[in-house]
Antibody, heavy 115, light 112 residues
Framework: EVQLQESGPGLVKPSQSLSLTCSVTGYSITSNYWGWIRKFPGNKMEWMGYISYSGSTSYNPSLKSRISITRDTSKNQFFLQLNSVTTEDTATYYC?????????WGPGTMVTVSS | QITLTQQAESLWVSPGEKVSITCRASQSLLYTDGKHYLSWYQQRPGQTTKALIY???IRTDGVPTRFIGSGSGTEFTLSIEDVQPEDIALYYC?????????FGAGTKLELK
């Protein structure tokens, strides 16, 4: 079975970078698409972007040039980096597999941006 | 970008009843392959987000038949027949027709 698990710091200071890892088991990230989604306090959900089976990426324009999604195929992991964070980036961050819809999700990791 | 409107923030239901959650898109979600790129998700506290329905009406593996997705064009509905206590959750629709992919605001299903 496909399983995803997010990991990373739960607290990030404003203006710093947020870095998260998604570890995937049961399926190779060299197939399909692998995305990051976040849920803000108040329940609004936002698709952040994805990395494809070939390593190409697509990002939500709302995140402009702050976001980067990369991968390490040898470890079957992909990564999220979000730069210049503010308190508005406080959210629960999810990784998920995309096959036209998001069929498998990680449990999510809460990240708070605060000094 | 495509806006998805889930008008009901909360719905109250008793076990055994039927409930419908609606999702309206700002433009048609029909692609040239004849499929609608609209999916539904369930979030329960402490549980992993679960995909219920994709292409508007196809249940994912293991989803009970009481979950029914319907609709076309810009209007979609997730119906839950014979609601069970474990169905109390937050439900989202999502469009993956055009980037940026966008979610509805969510509908919280609560027990009367």
């Amino acid at each position: 079975e496909v399983q995803l698990q997010e990991s990373g710091p739960g607290l990030v200071k404003p203006s710093q970078s947020l870095s998260l890892t998604c570890s995937v088991t049961g399926y190779s990230i060299t197939s399909n698409y692998w995305g990051w989604i976040r849920k803000f306090p108040g329940n609004k959900m936002e698709w952040m972007g994805y990395i494809s089976y070939s390593g190409s990426t697509s990002y939500n324009p709302s995140l402009k040039s702050r976001i980067s999604i990369t991968r390490d195929t040898s470890k079957n992991q992909f990564f999220l980096q979000l730069n210049s964070v503010t308190t508005e980036d406080t959210a629960t961050y999810y990784c998920a597999r995309s096959r036209g819809y998001f069929d498998f999700w990680g449990p999510g990791t809460m990240v708070t941006v605060s000094s | 970008q495509i806006t998805l409107t889930q008008q009901a923030e909360s719905l109250w239901v008793s076990p055994g009843e039927k409930v419908s959650i609606t999702c309206r898109a700002s433009q048609s979600l029909l692609y040239t392959d004849g499929k609608h790129y609209l999916s539904w998700y369930q979030q329960r506290p402490g549980q992993t987000t679960k995909a219920l329905i994709y292409h508007a009406s196809i249940r994912t593996d293991g989803v009970p038949t009481r979950f029914i997705g319907s609709g076309s064009g810009t209007e979609f509905t997730l119906s839950i027949e014979d609601v069970q206590p474990e169905d109390i959750a937050l439900y989202y629709c999502l469009q993956t027709l055009k980037k940026p992919y966008t979610f509805g605001a969510g509908t919280k299903l609560e027990l009367k």
